[in-house]
C-alpha cells in the first residue's frame, strides 16, 4: 500500500523565504510565514498522497509562486523590521524506558545501522556471556536491584542533582505484551562498556543498553522554547516571519541517553540554538534573504526500525519472532534494503496481489493480530491447542479448503504479471530470470520488451522513466570509439543493472569474459562519449600504494555504489566525491575515518610497559572518563585521580585489581 501511495503520489513545487537578521550584532534565521491575514503554505499543507495542496474552504492558506517570493523578498529588505511577538515556554522531557526487543532492534537500526537480524545475534553472543539480561522480551520492568544499581551509578557518575526524585518504574503499553522477562539491561554489576573488554559493534550494543538503562534513573530533562516572530511591511500587507531557539536549562538524562543519536554531549550542543536577547517592538536588521524552492516529497519508505515499529503496534509478531519476520522478507527478495530503507520488488508486488486476490484473510493485520492471541493463549494453556489448529486447518474455511478452492481460479501468467493504473500501456512481469516488462506504443501497435534494470524501484516508474528504457531498448548498443591502446570498440549497453560500458564485442568462446563498468550514478549515459568511457573503463582505478602496508589503493563503483578499498578495507565515497577523479589524500582521509557510528576512546597518556608482559600501559578517556588500558583488561580509574599524578604503578595495581575480578582470570587460574 505505502509503495503505491508512492506511485500515485505528485510532487508539488512552492516557495518561501529565508532571511538572516540580527540584533547588536548576533544573527539568527527567520523563514516567512505570514502575508497579510494569509498563511504561506508549507509542507505539510498539501496531501501527501497526492502532492496537492489541500483545498479547504475560506482557505487562508495562499501558495507564493517564485515570482510573488521575490516580490515579497525585494520589500522584506528595503523596509524597517521590528519584534511583534515573543512567547517563551519551559518544557522537560522524561528518559524513554530501558530496552525490549523491538526498541532494541529500533535504536541499532537507527544508530548503528544494524538489522534485526544482527543485532539479536550481537545480544544474544552478550546474554551468553552474562553481559546482559535475556534479550528476546517485551517486559519494560527493571528488577529492584538493577534500580538500585543504575541509580548508584547515576550518583557515581553524574551526581545526586542528576538522579530522578524516585525510583522510576516503567510499564508495558505494547499490544498483547506477555512480561515473561525483565527488560533488556546489562547484568547487575553494571561494567562500564570500556572496562567490557569488547569491540566492534558488540561494544556499540553493550555501551547503548548501558546509557539506555542507567537514563532511566535520571532526572527529567529541561530546557526553555522561545518562540519570536518578526514584522516587516509589505504592499501586500505585514510579512510575518518567524525564529524558534531552544536552550537546555538542566539536561538530566540526556547527559547519558539521547534517542536517535550516538553522541549525547554533541546532540545536546546541537539541539540548542540560541536567540540574542529580543523585546517587543524593538527593531532587528535584516543582513540579507533569499528565495528558497521547496518540493513536496512521497511518503517515506519504511525502516527496519519503522516496519517493527508497526508489527509491535499492531500486534503481529512477537519479540522471538520481529527479527525473522524482517529476514524473511529480504531474504525471499520481496524487498531490498536502500540504505536505511527497505525497497518493496516486483517480486514482493506480485506475491503480494495474489495473496490478497485469493486470500485475503491470511495477509489482513487484524487477522494475524487474532491469530497472535490465539497462539498466546494457548502457551498460556487458557485453551487447548488441538481444537484451534483443527479448525484453522481443517475447518469449514480453514487452510486446507480455502487452498483447494482458490487454486483452480489462479492464472499462473496473470499471478505473475503487474498492471499500474498510471501506465496504461505497460505490463510488468516476473520472469525466472527477474522482472522484465512489455510496452505497446499506440501510435503503431509496436510492442517493446527488456528486462528492467536491477534496484529499480516499481514506484520509480513513471512514463518518462518508460520512455526511456523503451528508447534505449530500441537505440541497441551505441559504439562509442575504439579502445587506443587494445584496439577493442566500446559500446555503451544497458543492462539488468543499468547502463554500462563494454570493451570488445562478443567473444567466440562463451567463458571469455568482456570487461563491463557499470556507469556511475549521477552521470547521464546520454553524455557519455569516448573519452568518459575510457575513464570509467579504468575502475577499479589505482590510487596508489598505502604508505604504512605497501598495498594498492583503489577507486571502483559496486553495486551499493563508488567506493575505495585497501585490503578488503572498503569506504563508501560520500556524495560530494567523483569515483573519476578522487585521490591517494582523499582516500587516506576516508581510511583515517573509524568504522560504524560508535564513540571511540582517546589515549590520554602513555604510562610505559607492564613490568610482567612488557605490554603498553595507556590512560584513555572514554564517554565515561578516564580509564586505564592493558592489552585486554581495562579498569575505571578513581575520579579523584588527576591525570598528570597518575602513574604506572597505580595503575598496575589497578589493572591487577580488575582482572582478579574476572572470571575469565579466574577460571584459567583455577
Same mark, same amino acid.
Given at each position: ?5 508512492r506511485?500515485r ?18 544573527g ?28 479547504k ?13 521575490l516580490?515579497?523578498?525585494?520589500q522584506?529588505?528595503k523596509?524597517a ?11 522537560s522531557?522524561? /528518559?524513554?524506558?530501558?530496552? &525490549? ?11 548503528l ?10 545480544a ?11 534479550m528476546r ?26 538522579l530522578s !526524585?524516585g ?7 505494547a499490544k498483547?505484551?506477555q512480561?515473561?522477562?525483565?527488560a533488556?539491561?546489562p547484568?547487575?554489576?553494571?561494567? /562500564? ?20 538503562t542507567?537514563?532511566t ?10 518562540s ?18 531552544m ?5 538530566g538524562?540526556?547527559?547519558a541517553?539521547?534517542e536517535?543519536?550516538?553522541?549525547p554531549?554533541?546532540?545536546?550542543g546541537?539541539?540548542?540554538?540560541f536567540l ?8 532587528v536588521?535584516?543582513v540579507?534573504a533569499?528565495?528558497t ?8 519508505r519504511?525502516s527496519?526500525?519503522?516496519l ?9 509478531g512477537r519479540?522471538s519472532?520481529y ?5 524473511t522478507?529480504?531474504d ?5 534494503r ?10 514482493g ?13 491470511l495477509v ?6 487474532r491469530?497472535?492471541?490465539k497462539?498466546?493463549? &494457548?502457551?498460556?494453556?487458557?485453551? /487447548?491447542?488441538?481444537?484451534y489448529l ?5 475447518g ?10 482458490e !487454486?483452480?481460479?489462479?492464472d ?5 504479471s503487474?498492471?499500474?493504473?498510471h501506465?496504461?500501456?505497460l ?6 530470470y ?12 509496436? &510492442? ?5 534494470p536491477?534496484?529499480?524501484?516499481p514506484?520509480?516508474?513513471?512514463q ?11 537505440k ?13 570498440? &566500446?559500446?555503451?549497453?544497458?543492462g ?5 560500458i563494454q ?5 567466440? !568462446?562463451p ?26 573503463l579504468?575502475?577499479p582505478?589505482?590510487l596508489?600504494?598505502? /604508505?604504512?602496508?605497501g ?9 551499493f ?8 578495507d572498503?569506504?563508501?565515497?560520500k556524495k560530494? !566525491? ?11 582521509e ?55 599524578d ?15 575480578l574476572?572470571?575469565t582470570?579466574?577460571?584459567?587460574a583455577?
Amino acid at each position: 500500500d505505502l509503495e503505491r501511495e508512492r506511485m500515485r503520489f505528485v510532487s508539488a513545487r512552492y516557495w518561501g523565504v529565508a532571511a538572516e537578521v540580527a540584533k547588536d550584532g548576533e544573527g539568527f534565521e527567520s523563514r516567512l510565514t505570514h502575508l497579510g491575514d494569509k498563511k504561506i503554505a508549507v509542507g505539510k499543507d498539501f496531501d501527501e498522497k497526492t502532492g496537492k495542496l489541500i483545498a479547504k474552504e475560506n482557505s487562508s492558506v495562499i501558495l507564493l509562486n517564485q515570482t510573488d517570493a521575490l516580490d515579497v523578498m525585494d520589500q522584506a529588505i528595503k523596509n524597517a523590521w521590528k519584534v511583534s511577538d515573543i512567547d517563551e515556554k519551559p518544557v522537560s522531557r522524561k /528518559p524513554a524506558p530501558p530496552f &525490549i526487543t523491538s526498541t532494541l532492534q529500533q535504536e541499532a537500526n537507527r544508530k548503528l545501522g544494524l538489522s534485526a537480524r544482527d543485532t539479536m545475534r550481537i545480544a544474544q553472543g552478550l546474554y551468553e556471556r552474562g553481559h546482559i539480561t535475556y534479550m528476546r522480551t517485551d517486559s519494560v520492568n527493571l528488577s529492584e536491584s538493577a534500580i538500585e544499581s543504575s541509580r548508584k551509578l547515576v550518583g557515581k557518575l553524574y551526581g545526586k542533582d542528576y538522579l530522578s !526524585d524516585g525510583p522510576r518504574r516503567f510499564t508495558s503499553k505494547a499490544k498483547g505484551a506477555q512480561e515473561a522477562h525483565e527488560a533488556i539491561r546489562p547484568s547487575l554489576d553494571f561494567t /562500564p562498556p570500556q572496562e567490557m573488554g569488547l569491540s566492534g559493534k558488540e561494544y556499540d550494543v553493550y555501551e547503548m543498553i548501558w546509557m539506555r538503562t542507567i537514563a532511566t534513573q535520571m532526572a527529567d530533562s529541561r530546557q526553555l522554547q522561545v518562540s519570536v516572530n518578526l514584522e516587516v511591511p509589505t504592499s501586500r500587507g505585514p510579512a510575518r516571519f518567524h525564529s524558534s531557539g531552544m536552550k537546555i536549562l538542566f539536561p538530566g538524562f540526556l547527559r547519558a541517553y539521547v534517542e536517535g543519536h550516538d553522541d549525547p554531549t554533541l546532540s545536546l550542543g546541537e539541539r540548542e540554538r540560541f536567540l540574542p536577547d529580543l523585546k517587543v517592538g524593538a527593531p532587528v536588521k535584516v543582513v540579507k534573504a533569499d528565495v528558497t524552492e521547496h518540493e513536496t516529497k512521497p511518503p517515506a519508505r519504511y525502516s527496519e526500525a519503522a516496519l517493527i515499529q508497526y508489527l509491535e503496534k499492531e500486534g503481529i509478531g512477537r519479540p522471538s519472532t520481529y527479527a525473522s519476520i524482517v529476514s524473511t522478507i529480504i531474504d525471499r527478495n520481496y524487498c531490498v534494503r536502500n540504505g536505511n530503507a527497505l525497497v518493496p520488488t516486483f517480486t514482493g508486488f506480485v506475491v503480494t496481489e495474489l495473496l490478497a486476490k485469493h486470500f485475503p484473510d491470511l495477509v489482513n493485520s487484524q487477522f494475524t493480530s487474532r491469530m497472535e492471541e490465539k497462539l498466546d493463549d &494457548i502457551a498460556e494453556g487458557k485453551i /487447548p491447542h488441538l481444537p484451534y489448529l483443527r479448525e484453522f486447518y481443517l475447518g469449514e474455511n480453514g487452510l486446507e479448503n480455502q487452498v483447494a478452492k482458490e !487454486d483452480k481460479l489462479i492464472d499462473p501468467e496473470e499471478a505473475r504479471s503487474l498492471k499500474f493504473e498510471h501506465l496504461e500501456n505497460l505490463d510488468v512481469f516476473v520472469g525466472k530470470y527477474g522482472p522484465y516488462f512489455e510496452y505497446t506504443d499506440t501510435s503503431n501497435g509496436e &510492442i517493446t520488451k527488456a528486462s528492467l534494470p536491477e534496484g529499480l524501484a516499481p514506484s520509480d516508474l513513471n512514463q518518462d522513466s518508460v520512455q526511456n528504457l523503451v528508447a534505449q531498448v530500441k537505440k541497441g548498443a551505441t559504439s562509442l570509439g575504439t579502445d587506443p591502446v587494445t584496439q577493442l570498440p &566500446i559500446f555503451l549497453k544497458t543492462g539488468s543493472y543499468g547502463p554500462y560500458i563494454q570493451l570488445g564485442d562478443l567473444p567466440a !568462446d562463451p567463458k571469455e569474459k568482456l570487461k563491463r563498468v557499470s556507469v556511475p550514478k549521477g552521470i547521464d549515459p546520454n553524455s557519455v562519449d569516448e573519452a568518459l568511457a575510457l575513464r570509467i573503463l579504468e575502475l577499479p582505478r589505482l590510487l596508489g600504494m598505502h /604508505p604504512t602496508t605497501g598495498k594498492e589503493i583503489r577507486a571502483s563503483v559496486g553495486r551499493f555504489g563508488p567506493y575505495v578499498v585497501h585490503e578488503k578495507d572498503f569506504r563508501s565515497l560520500k556524495k560530494e !566525491d567523483n569515483v573519476l577523479e578522487v585521490n591517494m589524500d582523499r582516500a587516506m582521509e576516508l581510511f583515517a575515518q573509524p568504522k560504524g557510528k560508535g564513540r571511540r576512546s582517546q589515549v590520554m597518556k602513555a604510562l610505559g610497559e607492564h613490568p610482567e608482559t612488557k605490554s603498553p600501559v595507556e590512560v584513555l578517556e572514554g564517554p565515561y572518563g578516564l580509564y586505564v588500558k592493558h592489552e585486554k583488561t581495562n579498569a575505571t580509574i578513581p575520579k579523584e585521580k588527576k591525570l598528570e599524578d597518575f602513574t604506572l604503578a597505580e595503575a598496575v595495581v589497578l589493572l591487577a585489581e580488575k582482572e582478579a575480578l574476572s572470571p575469565t582470570k579466574k577460571s584459567k587460574a583455577g
